[in-house]
Structure formats: structure tokens, C-alpha cells
């Protein structure tokens, strides 16, 4: 499974962004889809997942600004980012876990926010 990310470039702090990740296969119902970001030097964090369930779960730095959102006929996950502020900036990344097995990584896309 290929995951083709789009969108991510340079805002200002307060502006929306919305990113977007495509799957090669579809997404099935069961599978997780979630976002990831890292900085340079720093470790790979969990943004936004929603489980095979529909269940969503976000870190408490975006919570109430970034929503995670899936279309699974589109096989393309989305994560809209409310609100940018500096601290956004980094390498974002979409994942898919197969709830029969597999993990999957997108190529990841640059949101820089500037103040």
C-alpha cells in the first residue's frame, strides 16, 4: 500500500490547513488511520487517530483545533488544521494500520506556521 500525502506549505499563525492522504488499495472500515508529526531531532508524535472503531483521539496540543476525518470510498484521510501557531510547524505524516496486518507510512509534508 502506497500513501500519497498532499497539501502543507507556509502559513501565518491563525490561518486553516487542510492536508490530505490518499491510499493505493482501499481503507477498510477496521483499519486505524492517523496522523503523526515530527520535528527535526525529535521523535515521531501521534497528532490525530481514528480507530477501526470510528473512535477519535487527539494529543492535547490540537485538541479543539486540528479534526481527523476519513473517506473510506475515497480511501483518502484528511486533518484540518485550525488555528496554526508556531509550535505546528513540522513534518506531517498519515499512517494506515490494516486491521489485517500491515503498517504503512506516508512521505510526510512540511507545515511551517510563522508568527
Known amino acids: 500500500v502506497q500513501l500519497v500525502q498532499s497539501g502543507g506549505g507556509k502559513l501565518q499563525a491563525g490561518e486553516s490547513l487542510t492536508i490530505a492522504c490518499v491510499a493505493s488499495s482501499r481503507i477498510n472500515a477496521f483499519d486505524s488511520v492517523a496522523w503523526y508529526r515530527q520535528g527535526p531531532g525529535s521523535q515521531r508524535e501521534l497528532v490525530a487517530r481514528?480507530?477501526?472503531?470510528?473512535?477519535?483521539e487527539y494529543a492535547g496540543a490540537v485538541k479543539g483545533r486540528f479534526t481527523i476525518s476519513r473517506d473510506d470510498a475515497k480511501s483518502t484521510v484528511y486533518l484540518e488544521m485550525n488555528d496554526l501557531r508556531p509550535e505546528d510547524t513540522d513534518t506531517y505524516y498519515c499512517?494506515?494500520?490494516?486491521?489485517?496486518?500491515?503498517?504503512?507510512w506516508g512521505q510526510g509534508t512540511q507545515v511551517t506556521v510563522s508568527s
Open positions: 481514528i480507530s477501526g472503531g470510528g473512535r477519535s
Open positions: 499512517s494506515l494500520n490494516r486491521n489485517s496486518g500491515g503498517f504503512y
